[in-house]
């Protein structure tokens, strides 16, 4: 069974910096690509960061400077510093991870980011 498990948010004011945590469990693979997504009230869930096994990174272009992912020493782990936040980059954002290229998306409960003075 593959679960996810997001830590490292709360409240911060506009300008400041948070890491988010996730640490995954697959009994005993490792996952193929990581990232995080997240999702702003009465908006769609979208794409923050995504890294793969290799290395290769991804980021939508509102976050680009700003966020950095990056895989953790530990097996299925995966961070990611943000920076410079904004008021727009408030949201639940939701760890996830893949065990294969083409396999299915696993998904975190969530972790609620507030950007506000």
């Not at 945590?21 to 960061?49: D, H, I």
Request: hydrophobic fraction near 30%; include cysteine.
């Amino acid at each position: 069974q593959v679960q996810l498990v997001e830590s490292g948010g709360g409240l911060v004011q506009p300008g400041g910096s948070l890491r988010l945590s996730c640490a995954g469990s697959t009994n005993g693979f490792n996952f193929y690509a990581m990232g995080w997504y997240r999702q702003a009230p009465g908006k769609e869930r979208e794409l923050v960061a995504t890294v793969i096994r290799a290395g290769g990174t991804n980021y939508a272009d509102s976050v680009k400077g700003r966020f950095t992912i990056s895989r953790g020493d530990a097996k299925n782990t995966v961070y990611l510093e943000m920076n410079s936040l904004k008021p727009e980059d408030t949201a639940v954002y939701y760890c996830t991870a893949r065990l294969s290229s083409l396999g299915q998306n696993y998904w975190g409960q969530g972790t609620q980011v507030t950007v506000s003075s």
